[in-house]
């Protein structure tokens, strides 16, 4: 039972890691992850040269041992061994200062486009895997005078050759890195690049075989992970250059689709960053649903419910159809109307995602495996979008994890309390924390008649006690002066339209909610109407603050249900200007100017909660396949409404009804 439940100790300590056993994007090329790791790294650069290359088809598994000289090579072209010592000859000249002409060759060499069509400036595939080979038996040498080779060499293309040509390439980044750590944050950034959208043209090389995209980041990962497996320390130069990385905002949905996959790929090398992967994942994902719903204002109701759901399911990681479209061939409005529609998407994807990441210790985990990852997420919650207003999709992935099982739906619960409760946090998280669990409540599924009973009396004992504080110096209903109250307020009122069944004696009696409750024999606990009443008719007066749409649905309902009749309070109110009674010298924190409405017509807009709950109907097409199941849909009560009831209903944009509840006198 709520009440009951031991609070924790800390929200936002750091959670084991949990590793979900789903396959990754890029499974299907388990082969190219066959790395020996086994042996230790060498030595000494000396060490690294002693071997041939392994043909492929001799030793499948990607081996790292040092290639063989190969002293035979087709007409025309240097052996390796020549090559090496030019290499190592030219390279420390270089550092001799004596001369640099063979050291610019070389660097030449890789600078040089393969996709040029004059022969004579590029060099043959034998010539350039020489040359690495001899970079490779030389690494100890390529301090920072050589800088200038080494960024030629990682600009080079190697994605798109062959696999030997590959496999050495990276056996050179790791003993690179290794050997001279001035290069790790330039060798992980190269990679990291490839994470997102592949360049044009990476995997299309004269004289090669096409590589696809899904190559291409089974290659990046096979390289990070083998850095990473070299320098374990690496991660911490990871993390940073992870975000810095990240695709923007306003990059295709699938750049940062892609760049989403790949961070949740990166972690099952990494389990040290999944804290940190999954907190930038959960920002940016924050970031573009604040931005979705402050351009969808822009447009009608209507048209917005249409974007959604015209919004593209099919996923093409190799279509070109993210391309920007030019003002010549469109209007702006069509150019605004592909860019909602492409975050939309970008959203979708990457929040199902994430749904796909966390749910494996959700549903086959012990109970430990769930309470770690639920730590993650609560801690997500509290720094990322808790503080977030606006914030429309990104919580439910909260909602969805936090109905898992009894437990669960305690431990969320009690987090939103404790926030509430804690004078010491500021106003604007208590009043967010308050929205968050009455939506959480009001629209779960899997929360219990128990829970919404016990959540009911601790949030109802709550406001009692801030009414008995403020109401003493109160003279008349001031949002900013006592925003913990109308927060409060709001939240008993939204959970009694949507729960009123499970606060009914019947319910209390039974243990749960009887489906043929005869609405004629309706009756609450003294305690629900006594807290209602005192708090409704105090100088406080709630109803004049908090959002209407949902004033007036409660008092429809409480009507109905021979609770309360407040339809006389209502019209007072509407003679009534919030303000009068507004304390310039009292005012609260600033921000809570994020979360009121804006002001209207009317002299009371601005100092009236908003009708947010963040638990509003989920309509992404691809994701809210997680949530069936999870969700109470508002039911309306037969003779309280002639029409349909809906969830619009509850939702109503409150400038449709201001003129009907701002009166024109004051007092």
């Known amino acids: 039972m709520l009440g009951s439940s031991p609070m924790p100790s800390s929200i936002l300590k750091t959670s084991k890691p949990f590793l979900p056993s789903t396959p990754g994007t890029v499974a299907s090329k388990r082969k190219m992850m066959d790395i020996d790791m086994s042996s230790s790294p060498p030595s000494s650069a000396a060490s690294d040269a002693s071997g041939d290359v392994p043909s492929p088809k001799k030793r499948p598994r990607v081996q790292f041992s040092e290639p063989d000289v190969e002293m035979r090579v087709d007409s025309g072209e240097k052996s390796a061994a020549v090559i090496r010592e030019e290499v190592r000859r030219a390279i420390q000249r270089h550092l001799a200062g004596a001369d640099s002409e063979a050291y610019d060759r070389v660097k030449e060499i890789f600078s040089a486009d393969p996709r040029r069509t004059d022969d004579d400036g590029v060099p043959s595939h034998a010539t350039l895997k020489h040359h690495l080979m001899g970079l490779l038996a030389n690494v100890a040498s390529l301090d920072r005078s050589c800088s200038g080779l080494v960024h030629a060499v990682l600009g080079s293309q190697w994605l798109g050759r062959d696999e030997p040509y590959v496999k050495l390439y990276i056996r050179f980044l790791g003993n690179l890195a290794a050997a001279q750590g001035s290069y790790l944050g330039s060798v992980l950034k190269m990679l990291v690049n490839y994470l997102g959208a592949v360049p044009k043209g990476t995997g299309r090389l004269p004289g090669y075989a096409p590589v696809s995209n899904s190559e291409i980041y089974a290659r990046t990962h096979m390289a990070l992970h083998y850095v990473m497996q070299l320098i374990p320390a690496g991660s911490g130069a990871l993390s940073p ?35 940190d992967i999954l907190a930038l994942i959960t920002e940016k994902l924050v970031k573009i649903d604040v931005q979705i719903q402050v351009d969808m204002e822009d447009f009608e109701d209507e048209i917005g419910e249409d974007l959604v759901q015209d919004v593209e399911l099919a996923e093409d990681d190799n279509s070109d159809n993210e391309s920007v479209m030019s003002g010549d061939s469109v209007d702006v409005e069509a150019q605004r109307f592909k860019a909602v529609k492409d ?248 921000r809570f100017s994020q979360i009121e409405r804006e002001t209207r017509a009317g002299d009371d807009g601005g100092y009236q909660l908003d009708a947010y709950f963040p638990f509003d109907p989920y309509h992404l097409p691809r994701s809210r396949r997680w949530l069936e199941g999870d969700y109470v849909e508002w039911r309306g009560i037969p003779g309280v409404d002639d029409q349909d009831d809906s969830d619009s209903e509850m939702e109503e944009d409150e400038e449709e009804i201001s003129d009907d509840e701002t009166g024109t006198e004051s007092d």
């Open 241 to 275: 250059i992870l975000s810095m990385q990240f695709p923007f905002a306003t990059d295709s949905a699938k750049a940062n689709i892609a760049y989403t996959r790949n961070l949740i790929k990166v972690i099952e090398y990494a389990p040290e960053l999944q804290a």
């Open 343 to 590: 975050n939309i998407r970008k959203l979708d994807f990457m929040i199902d995602t994430l749904f796909e990441y966390y749910a494996p210790p959700f549903t086959t985990g012990t109970l430990d495996d769930k309470e770690n990852a639920l730590d993650l997420l609560l801690s997500h919650f509290q720094s990322i979008i808790l503080p977030t207003y606006r914030s429309r999709h990104s919580q439910f992935l909260l909602f969805h994890f936090s109905q898992s099982s009894p437990i669960l739906v305690d431990r969320f619960a009690t987090t939103c309390i404790q926030l509430i409760f804690n004078k010491l946090q500021p106003g604007i998280t208590r009043q967010s924390a308050a929205a968050y669990l009455a939506s959480f409540v009001a629209r779960g599924a899997h929360v219990s008649s128990e829970v919404v009973r016990d959540v009911f009396d601790l949030l109802g004992t709550h406001m009692n006690n801030l009414r008995m504080e403020y109401e003493g110096t109160c003279r008349g209903p001031d949002l900013r002066r006592y925003a913990p109250f109308y927060s409060t307020a709001q939240a008993l009122l939204y959970i009694f339209c949507f729960r009123w069944r499970d606060l009914t004696t019947a319910a209390l009696e039974n243990d749960g909610v009887d489906d043929d409750l005869d609405l004629d024999d309706v009756t609450f606990p003294p305690a629900i109407r006594e807290v209602l009443h005192q708090a409704i008719y105090s100088k406080l007066n709630p109803l004049k603050v908090c959002s209407p749409a949902i004033v007036s649905e409660f008092a429809r309902i409480a009507h109905h249900l021979r609770l309360l009749y407040v339809f006389p309070l209502l019209e007072t109110n509407k003679r009534l200007r919030v303000s009068s009674f507004r304390s310039i010298s009292a005012m609260a924190d600033p």
